[in-house]
């Protein structure tokens, strides 16, 4: 099973940017995604995007595309949610979770397997 350990989580101003890094280790192939959660106080948890470690494709929800960039760097094993022009509607703590997959994007958590500890994202008005 992966282990995830994400860190980059702040606080910032509207308008501001952070970067979120999810580190991997244990065992991996190339056929998983890694995907970025995110859940607010008294929220559920909701996914944000993924990118499929082998093809690249990537998949954003309709709220963040355009601000939010998912990347990832296979020697470092790590994935990247660059998030520009922030909201304070984007204030939750983020996951970052790995799992199996074919050739899809997986969109739902019960397709991730592998999860992170979570990140605190604040963003102030």
């Known amino acids: 099973q992966v282990q995830l350990v994400e860190s980059g989580g702040g606080l910032v101003q509207a308008g501001g940017s952070l970067r979120l890094s999810c580190a991997a280790s244990?065992?991996?192939?190339?056929?998983?995604?890694v995907g970025w959660f995110r859940q607010a106080p008294g929220k559920e948890r909701e996914f944000v995007a993924a990118i499929h470690w082998s093809t690249l494709s990537t998949y954003y929800i309709d709220s963040v595309k355009g601000r939010f960039t998912i990347s990832r760097d296979n020697a470092k094993k790590t994935a990247y949610l660059q998030m520009n022009n922030l909201k304070p509607g984007d204030t939750a703590v983020y996951y970052c979770?790995?799992?199996?997959?074919?050739?899809?994007?997986?969109?739902?958590?019960?397709?991730?397997?592998?999860w992170g500890q979570g990140t605190q994202v604040t963003v102030s008005s």
């Open positions: 979770a790995a799992g199996r997959t074919g050739w899809s994007i997986p969109r739902y958590m019960s397709q991730y397997d592998s």
């Open positions: 244990g065992r991996t192939s190339s056929n998983y995604a």
